[in-house]
């Protein structure tokens, strides 16, 4: 009888904390990212510990590390400049006489500490400023100068930005000197694709975000085509695989671009 | 079961998961090795409720919650089961357990995760491989640790 008993009370307990996990995997993502978003808030002190602590075993020449860094942020600035030049000199030979801002001209960027990245995919980050910063869904996250990711969840204090190399990731981009717009989606493994494109494209040759109204006044990098392979449906167009200009993992503060700042 | 130490012992993992292991492109999953550890020393309704916590720990540091409780609830269930008619008690078999375990709470929490319009990882399974092998061949040592925090005597068969 007994037995019988304790038996039930498990298949009562299963079967409730089952129906719990149901209602969690139902729930709007935006009402369980709360849960997320307090752990990372209320443990951001050890998971930043933690976090630099994996970081610091891993980089063996601090020197030769912090100066290829540099290296990379002033790439991306000369790169970012460049397009904006090559497009300055598009709008002169059209006349059209309208001034372009600078890619961060009068802009509001919100310094932000990486708290930690969730455990499994690696593609998204959980970052210390949140909706009281000004911060809003789609807004575009910079880490040494190059674009990385769009803040996708915010709560108060802390944000959920999604990197490019995410898998729902899909930004409008252009490759190269083209103009012509394509849409970039992440591939997961810290890199993005870009599909069926005409022709192939050279390794090393930079891919510049699109403008985007609110959000992004000037095209500034996101990326380098990694490798042209031919497209598996159609084998005269070519998908490219873009990585990102920096070593996302690395960073430990990211900026976010808040176009229109609340005075 | 001290459920106070239960506690502290499933937050440091979660810590230590979401931290200090996460930037290595495969490591051990903690909650997996803790999952097979009170699957296989506490009784059926400790080790049920236990499963379902260590998926909820899981859940608050991966992209989407929901998929993580089901899976280790399910497979940690599944185990306790599973104990009472093959004991695992000799570390190949635990290693043998964590790596079954693993790989089948892997595939299941992709398949939910799906479920919830989430995209996939191109290298999923060679991941879920890495991981489920790393956490069998580190896990059945964390054991001994596990055991003396939670206070439970290991040589109970």
């Known amino acids: 009888m007994a037995k019988n008993q304790i038996r039930c009370s498990n298949r009562m307990t299963f079967t409730l904390l089952l129906l719990t996990g149901l209602v969690f995997l139902l729930a709007p993502q935006s009402l369980t990212n709360k849960f997320q978003l307090a752990f990372a808030r209320i443990f951001r002190w050890p998971l930043s510990i933690g976090r630099n602590f994996s970081l610091a075993a891993r980089t063996h020449q601090p020197v030769k590390q912090m100066l290829k860094r540099s290296q990379m942020q002033y790439q991306n600035h000369i790169d970012n400049l460049e397009e904006l030049l090559r497009q300055e000199r598009l709008k002169v ?3 059209s006489g309208i001034r372009e801002r600078l890619p961060l001209e009068g802009v509001n960027l919100v310094l932000a500490a990486v708290s930690m990245a969730p455990e499994g995919l690696k593609n998204e980050l959980i970052i210390n400023r949140g909706s009281d910063d000004g911060l809003t869904v789609g807004q575009f996250v910079l880490g040494d100068n190059s674009i990385i990711a769009t803040t996708s969840d915010i709560s108060s204090r802390t944000a959920r930005v999604r990197l490019f190399t995410d898998p729902a990731s899909k930004i409008a981009v252009t490759v190269g ?5 394509r849409i970039m989606q992440g591939n997961g493994d810290n890199s993005a694709t870009i599909p069926m494109l005409k022709n192939r494209v050279k390794t090393g040759t930079q891919v510049f975000t699109r403008k985007k109204p609110g959000f992004l006044d000037a095209p500034m990098i996101i990326g380098k085509v990694a490798q042209s392979e031919r497209n598996k449906e159609s084998p005269l167009l070519w998908d490219i695989t873009v990585e990102p200009v920096c070593d996302i993992e690395a960073l430990n503060d990211v900026a976010v671009i808040v176009m229109n700042p609340n005075k | 079961m001290r459920w106070f130490r239960f506690v502290a012992l499933i937050l440091v993992a979660t810590l230590l998961q979401a931290s200090l292991l996460a930037y290595w492109d495969i490591n051990p999953d903690l909650l997996l090795i803790l999952l097979v550890f009170f699957a296989v020393y ?4 400790e080790a049920i409720i236990t499963s379902f916590t260590i998926g909820f720990a899981a859940d608050i540091i991966s992209p989407a ?3 993580q409780i089901i899976s280790f609830g399910l497979f940690g269930t ?15 078999y635990q290693a043998i357990a964590i790596f079954i375990t693993g790989i089948l709470i892997g595939t299941l929490t992709h398949w939910l995760t799906l479920l919830r ?7 999923m399974f060679l991941m879920l491989l890495g991981t489920s092998l790393y956490s069998a061949l ?15 005597k290991t040589k109970r068969f």
């Open chain 1, 93 to 95: 030979q059209k006349l």
């Open chain 1, 177 to 181: 000197t083209s103009n012509i717009e």
């Open chain 2, 42 to 45: 506490c009784n059926s309704s």
């Open chain 2, 65 to 67: 919650m929901g998929p």
């Open chain 2, 78 to 92: 599944a185990l306790v089961y599973l104990n009472r008619v093959i004991a695992i008690k000799k570390m190949p």
């Open chain 2, 117 to 123: 319009a989430e995209p996939a990882t191109k290298n």
């Open chain 2, 138 to 152: 580190v896990g059945p040592f964390l054991f001994l640790p596990a055991a003396w925090w939670i206070r439970i």
